[in-house]
């Protein structure tokens, strides 16, 4: 059998619905609307279903590259929030994690073009976590969560089809970064002992809020190691510290710690400032090592080689210890000792968005 | 039958810009070059050294350099105009990124929008979408001068050497007489 949008599958008089269905989605894939993976057709029924679910009117315009001449509006977020898997409820969410990557510095200059290829790291916190189903603990990362899987893959959609960013065109990742469109995580705010993240954001406890960055990868870091909080703590310094990441004179990186570790550090009497403060002070290599690597000079503020440069000293990562350089998130299960490091694309924008209520 | 599918790009009034293409100058003999560098590594370099063989071959004139703002978006109206008013011909570059590259050859059409002949130097790993801005600014054959990639990673030698190779292709971008 051969499956085409233009030829009906079947020739009686009584068309199979899943033929059509079928179809449509050969149609979308044909108009060059997907992201490889099949979508779901919007209709205006379903569409008007999801405007339903905030106050914001339909026009609004939520985003806009106007270097490219694009721009994306309320409504259109909503097709492709259908199109991407989503349920109805779950716009509220999309809207606040657009509103938050919007005010990401590289989104609204050439970031998504970027041979970098970054991608969104979305964080939800607040009651909306139970509410709507969004995985925080096991395979936080993803995949098997609807409601985690979708609303990131409405972003790559909105990228892709009102900003018109299209890999091999306008998009020139050279080779892009594995989980892009699918990483959004709900903090485990049950089993933190910290505040949520939001709250660095500057959204109260207990209040839904998203929040996004740009990130180029994650990197594990596996410690069942030591009870030791500072030996802990110096695993991930080595692992931030990879001079691969860093391209200026200072960089980003935020550690997604998983329960039992972020458990041991609050247990030795870390706050998430003390944590931030002690990685600030250790993540670094000394100019030797940088020297290695070719990364041991300056020019401007991009690291490049320098053959007659110092080699000793160490070079911090951190350009200080606020959460926009260093965000610290805790989610996945507390069933091991294995967290992420997040490389941050520039730097979080360190505010959280308010995800509006149920109406 | 899937006129009830809605279309997710937003697309259905996009405006279409026209081509607009300056007038060449007769001859480089005499004309004002205005070089601007988009920031990527090697740009100012290369610009600069070609500017240098349109003064020794051609007997032009570098009147103005200068450094976008942003380099992944188009140049600022201000800073346009401000190389306009002294240029006869324009050379930019260095589309050398996914961004920049694309930026790259908007900021060519909007010089040659302006009146001014515009070479555009690009990395040829970014032609297609150098080309694809091109046609989002209403100019999808605008005619953008390549070089083999990569141009970040030349040593002052190979970026002099680079130069020369293209010399003769902006000049023959920009004015009668290179043709």
Same mark, same amino acid.
């Given at each position: 059998?051969?499956?085409?949008?233009?030829?009906?599958?079947?020739?009686?008089?009584?068309?199979?619905?899943?033929?059509?269905?079928?179809?449509?989605?050969?149609?979308?894939?044909?108009?060059?609307?997907?992201?490889?993976?099949?979508?779901?057709?919007?209709?205006?029924?379903?569409?008007?279903?999801?405007?339903?679910?905030?106050?914001?009117?339909?026009?609004?315009?939520?985003?806009?590259?106007?270097?490219?001449?694009?721009?994306?509006?309320?409504?259109?977020?909503?097709?492709?929030?259908?199109?991407?898997?989503?349920?109805?409820?779950?716009?509220?969410?999309?809207?606040?994690?657009?509103?938050?990557?919007?005010?990401?510095?590289?989104?609204?200059?050439?970031?998504?073009?970027?041979?970098?290829?970054?991608?969104?790291?979305?964080?939800?916190?607040?009651?909306?976590?139970?509410?709507?189903?969004?995985?925080?603990?096991?395979?936080?990362?993803?995949?098997?969560?609807?409601?985690?899987?979708?609303?990131?893959?409405?972003?790559?959609?909105?990228?892709?089809?009102?900003?018109?960013?299209?890999?091999?065109?306008?998009?020139?990742?050279?080779?892009?970064?594995?989980?892009?469109?699918?990483?959004?995580?709900?903090?485990?705010?049950?089993?933190?002992?910290?505040?949520?993240?939001?709250?660095?954001?500057?959204?109260?406890?207990?209040?839904?809020?998203?929040?996004?960055?740009?990130?180029?990868?994650?990197?594990?870091?596996?410690?069942?190691?030591?009870?030791?909080?500072?030996?802990?703590?110096?695993?991930?310094?080595?692992?931030?510290?990879?001079?691969?990441?860093?391209?200026?004179?200072?960089?980003?990186?935020?550690?997604?710690?998983?329960?039992?570790?972020?458990?041991?550090?609050?247990?030795?009497?870390?706050?998430?400032?003390?944590?931030?403060?002690?990685?600030?002070?250790?993540?670094?290599?000394?100019?030797?090592?940088?020297?290695?690597?070719?990364?041991?000079?300056?020019?401007?503020?991009?690291?490049?080689?320098?053959?007659?440069?110092?080699?000793?000293?160490?070079?911090?990562?951190?350009?200080?210890?606020?959460?926009?350089?260093?965000?610290?998130?805790?989610?996945?299960?507390?069933?091991?000792?294995?967290?992420?490091?997040?490389?941050?694309?520039?730097?979080?924008?360190?505010?959280?968005?308010?995800?509006?209520?149920?109406? | 039958?899937?006129?009830?599918?809605?279309?997710?790009?937003?697309?259905?009034?996009?405006?279409?810009?026209?081509?607009?293409?300056?007038?060449?100058?007769?001859?480089?003999?005499?004309?004002?070059?205005?070089?601007?560098?988009?920031?990527?590594?090697?740009?100012?370099?290369?610009?600069?050294?070609?500017?240098?063989?349109?003064?020794?071959?051609?007997?032009?004139?570098?009147?103005?350099?200068?450094?976008?703002?942003?380099?992944?978006?188009?140049?600022?109206?201000?800073?346009?105009?401000?190389?306009?008013?002294?240029?006869?011909?324009?050379?930019?570059?260095?589309?050398?990124?996914?961004?920049?590259?694309?930026?790259?050859?908007?900021?060519?059409?909007?010089?040659?929008? @302006?009146?001014?002949?515009? $070479?555009?130097?690009?990395?040829? =790993?970014? #032609?297609?979408? /150098?080309?694809?801005? *091109?046609? !989002?600014?209403?100019?999808?054959?605008?005619?953008?001068?390549?070089?083999?990639?990569?141009? @970040?990673?030349?040593?002052? $030698?190979?970026?002099?050497?680079? =130069?020369? #190779?293209?010399? /003769?292709?902006?000049? *023959?971008? !920009?004015?009668?007489?290179?043709?």
């Amino acid at each position: 059998m051969t499956l085409d949008a233009a030829e009906p599958v079947r020739a009686d008089d009584a068309p199979d619905p899943l033929d059509a269905a079928h179809r449509s989605i050969e149609y979308m894939y044909e108009r060059g609307w997907t992201d490889g993976l099949p979508v779901v057709p919007a209709t205006r029924e379903l569409v008007d279903a999801f405007l339903a679910t905030t106050s914001r009117s339909p026009e609004e315009v939520i985003g806009r590259l106007d270097h490219l001449k694009r721009q994306v509006t309320v409504e259109v977020a909503a097709i492709n929030a259908v199109m991407a898997g989503c349920r109805p409820e779950y716009f509220p969410v999309v809207l606040a994690a657009w509103d938050a990557l919007m005010a990401e510095r590289s989104t609204v200059g050439g970031g998504w073009q970027s041979t970098s290829g970054p991608a969104p790291l979305i964080v939800v916190n607040g009651p909306v976590r139970a509410r709507l189903g969004f995985n925080s603990t096991g395979g936080v990362f993803g995949p098997g969560f609807r409601a985690n899987a979708t609303v990131a893959r409405t972003i790559g959609l909105i990228v892709r089809n009102p900003l018109g960013v299209v890999p091999h065109v306008l998009e020139q990742a050279t080779q892009g970064v594995p989980g892009r469109w699918a990483m959004c995580v709900a903090e485990n705010e049950e089993e933190s002992p910290w505040e949520p993240f939001s709250v660095d954001g500057g959204v109260a406890a207990g209040v839904d809020a998203v929040s996004t960055t740009l990130v180029r990868t994650s990197e594990f870091v596996d410690n069942r190691h030591t009870g030791d909080p500072e030996l802990l703590l110096g695993d991930f310094a080595d692992t931030i510290a990879r001079t691969g990441s860093w391209i200026f004179r200072h960089a980003s990186a935020g550690v997604v710690f998983c329960p039992e570790h972020a458990q041991m550090l609050a247990a030795a009497g870390m706050s998430k400032a003390d944590v931030r403060g002690w990685l600030l002070e250790r993540s670094g290599r000394s100019k030797a090592e940088l020297a290695r690597a070719g990364k041991n000079g300056l020019s401007g503020n991009v690291r490049r080689q320098d053959d007659d440069g110092e080699l000793e000293g160490f070079d911090r990562f951190f350009a200080d210890d606020s959460p926009r350089n260093l965000p610290i998130i805790v989610a996945g299960a507390r069933n091991a000792g294995i967290s992420m490091v997040v490389r941050v694309f520039s730097s979080w924008s360190g505010a959280a968005v308010r995800i509006e209520p149920p109406r | 039958m899937f006129d009830r599918i809605l279309d997710p790009t937003g697309l259905s009034a996009r405006p279409t810009g026209a081509a607009v293409a300056a007038r060449r100058v007769p001859s480089l003999k005499g004309a004002r070059v205005g070089l601007l560098n988009n920031t990527k590594q090697n740009a100012a370099q290369l610009l600069a050294e070609i500017g240098k063989r349109l003064t020794e071959r051609y007997g032009a004139v570098v009147t103005i350099q200068r450094t976008k703002g942003h380099v992944a978006l188009p140049v600022e109206e201000p800073l346009l105009k401000e190389i306009a008013a002294v240029s006869d011909v324009v050379v930019t570059g260095v589309g050398d990124c996914g961004s920049c590259s694309a930026s790259a050859a908007a900021d060519g059409i909007l010089f040659e929008r @302006a009146g001014i002949p515009a $070479a555009v130097i690009c990395s040829d =790993a970014f #032609e297609v979408t /150098a080309r694809a801005m *091109a046609e !989002v600014h209403g100019d999808p054959d605008f005619e953008i001068l390549l070089t083999p990639h990569p141009v @970040a990673v030349l040593d002052p $030698a190979q970026v002099a050497a680079r =130069a020369a #190779e293209l010399a /003769a292709d902006v000049a *023959a971008r !920009v004015s009668e007489a290179g043709r």
